[in-house]
């Protein structure tokens, strides 16, 4: 099967190697995903049909902007009781779908371009974005082990990442992000500030209206 890997225009992504450095740590590897994506696509449809994706409730019991869902020995989940991990889907109470391996083999590469070696996820969060949806800046601190870096594949409609300091008040970065980057983030910029802003309208050839984005953590 030959996938529709192009940017939302039409026009066929910038090839893969160069990089933009956010930080003393942390990267963007420019179309880093694309080899990938003829394992890694079809992993994500049996992720989805095992364990759709859904808006969960935020601790002050609003609908999530995003639709999520997870992979792995945990999944990252919101509800009243706050932003955690679980090792069961609480939709169903069964464990996530086991992480793929061509989610593994992606997230390790990446990983070890930016100077990570050794990565080993064990969580896969996976949103996906509509047009208009953003997500706020936070950082990622429900992780029990900092010393593992945070690998994020944005596929599909681009966006642009906003890129913060270590306090929420810093002015962050606007960076794009296209259709097969991955940005890479640890050591000393490990907990940055981030988000997204809104996704503007569109369509892309694989995700249509949409754009998915897989978020790989050591969590426990």
């Known amino acids: ?32 995903a ?13 992720v989805v049909a095992q364990a759709g994706f859904r808006h969960m409730a935020t601790p002050g019991g609003r609908a999530m902007q995003l639709a999520l869902t997870n992979c792995g020995a945990l999944g990252w989940v919101s509800d009243a009781r706050g ?8 939709a169903t109470g069964q464990p996530w ?5 061509p989610f593994l083999a992606l997230a390790q590469s990446a990983a070890a ?5 050794g990565f080993a996820p064990d969580a896969c969060l996976i ?39 270590l306090q929420r008040a810093d002015r962050p970065q606007r960076v794009p992000l296209f259709h097969g980057d991955v940005v890479v983030w640890g050591g000393a910029d490990r907990l940055r500030f ?4 809104p996704v503007p309208d ?19």
Do not use: C, K
């Open 1 to 32: 099967m030959t996938l529709p890997l192009f940017d939302d225009d039409g026009a066929a992504p910038a090839p893969a190697g160069p990089v933009t450095h956010l930080g003393a740590r942390a990267v963007v590897l420019r179309g880093a």
């Open 34 to 46: 694309l080899s990938h994506l003829p394992a890694v696509w079809p992993a994500l449809q049996a």
């Open 83 to 90: 932003y955690r991990y679980s090792a069961q889907d609480p």
């Open 97 to 101: 779908p086991a992480l793929p391996a």
């Open 113 to 117: 371009q930016a100077g990570f070696d």
């Open 127 to 165: 949103n996906r974005y509509a047009p208009g949806t953003r997500l706020s800046l936070h950082q990622d601190r429900d992780e029990r082990d900092f010393g593992q870096p945070i690998v994020s594949v944005s596929l599909g409609l681009p966006a642009v990442f906003l890129w913060g300091g």
């Open 194 to 197: 981030h988000g997204v802003a």
């Open 202 to 220: 569109g369509t892309h050839p694989l995700t249509g209206a949409a754009r998915i984005n897989f978020t790989f953590r050591r969590a426990g």
